[in-house]
């Protein structure tokens, strides 16, 4: 018998927690396997964390991680990873519903001919805020402009993935992780489903326009070279105003002196601008690697006392 971990981010979910499991053990009835749901409280500041506890005196299955503080969607999917090292396949859902867990079978059943990573898209972006969609689409097409492993618009993190997968995964060691480039990245056949938008029940998303941006960039910053940018238009500019100094001097605007000028202005531009490429160059490559924090930090977790 396999088994298989259902991982489950929650950050104030008090009023999800609950509906959640009764909503996702419908579906977890596949007699082989080992079902585990592993909760992990991103420091939540609600009664999540009590929610979750009084779920696991009903269902010896659940499990739960709690951090010691809010570390970050990404840092709790990677907690809950380290925390699944054993298991056959994992699957990450979210705990607001919005992600169905009616896809479940669905995913076991590719998952079992040979696909080692389910994901899931949204199928259209119908029902969400037009500006959230106006600004993801706009992301992902600028994403996928500057990246070797293009992502499919509309992605999510809600996936099933294999324990080679998750091996691979962990042998990764970029401190700022974007799951979706990772995951793009580390290759293995896949399968795409798709859902239609789904409305939040309970709650508000702790998603703000701030950390959607924070969260873009660093997946950016990772898996694309979109600041080197930066540099090749300083360098168009910079042939632009060499175009515009000869053509001032071509009709007498310039004189020789001030075209002389000019051509110094031009030339410094140019060494600054190539120098800015090189040190770009370096960055990425470097990227963030020295600091080498911890990605998370547990406060409790469910092995770790008598709950």
């Keep these: 018998m396999k088994k298989l971990t259902i991982i489950v981010p929650a950050y104030n979910e008090e009023k999800n927690v609950r509906p959640f499991y009764e909503e996702t053990i419908q579906y977890l009835n596949n007699p082989n396997y080992e079902y585990e749901i592993l909760y992990v409280n991103d420091g939540s500041k609600d009664?999540?964390?009590?929610?979750?506890?009084?779920?696991k005196k009903l269902d010896n299955r659940i499990t739960y991680i709690s951090l010691s503080r809010n570390f970050g969607k990404e840092?709790?999917?990677?907690?809950?990873?380290?925390?699944?090292?054993?298991?056959?396949?994992?699957?990450?859902?979210?705990?607001?519903?919005?992600?169905?867990?009616?896809?479940?079978?669905?995913?076991?059943?590719?998952?079992?001919?040979?696909?080692?990573?389910?994901?899931?898209?949204?199928r259209g972006r119908k029902g969400e805020?037009?500006?959230?969609?106006?600004?993801?689409?706009?992301?992902?097409?600028?994403?996928?402009?500057y990246t070797e492993?293009?992502?499919?618009?509309?992605?999510?993190?809600?996936q099933l993935l294999d324990k080679q997968v998750v091996e691979a995964y962990l042998s990764i060691k970029d401190n700022y992780r974007f799951m979706k480039g990772?995951?793009?990245?580390?290759?293995?056949?896949?399968?795409?489903?798709?859902?239609?938008?789904?409305?939040?029940?309970?709650?508000?998303?702790?998603?703000?326009?701030?950390?959607?941006?924070?969260?873009?960039?660093n997946g950016m910053n990772q898996f694309s070279n979109v600041m080197m940018i930066l540099p090749v238009l300083s360098i168009f500019f910079g042939i632009l105003l060499a175009v515009g100094n000869v053509l001032?001097?071509?009709?007498?605007?310039?004189?020789?002196?001030?075209?002389?000028?000019?051509?110094?202005?031009?030339?410094?531009?140019?060494?600054?601008?190539?120098?800015?490429?090189?040190?770009?160059?370096?960055?990425?490559g470097l990227k963030r690697q020295i600091m080498n924090r911890p990605i998370y930090l547990i406060d409790e977790e469910s092995d770790s006392n008598n709950d």
């Design 47 to 55: 009664q999540t964390l009590n929610e979750i506890k009084a779920l």
């Design 75 to 122: 840092s709790a999917m990677h907690a809950g990873l380290e925390h699944s090292k054993q298991s056959d396949a994992v699957i990450f859902i979210d705990c607001d519903l919005q992600q169905p867990p009616f896809l479940i079978p669905v995913m076991i059943k590719e998952y079992e001919a040979g696909n080692k990573i389910v994901y899931t898209k949204g």
């Design 129 to 145: 805020p037009k500006m959230r969609t106006l600004f993801a689409n706009l992301y992902y097409k600028f994403y996928n402009s």
């Design 149 to 158: 492993q293009p992502l499919d618009n509309g992605a999510k993190d809600f």
């Design 182 to 217: 990772i995951f793009s990245w580390v290759g293995y056949k896949r399968k795409c489903l798709e859902y239609d938008f789904i409305p939040r029940k309970y709650g508000k998303s702790t998603w703000s326009f701030k950390s959607l941006f924070k969260y873009g960039f």
């Design 248 to 284: 001032l001097y071509v009709f007498n605007v310039f004189t020789l002196q001030n075209f002389l000028i000019g051509l110094q202005i031009n030339l410094l531009w140019f060494m600054m601008s190539l120098l800015a490429y090189g040190v770009f160059y370096i960055l990425y």
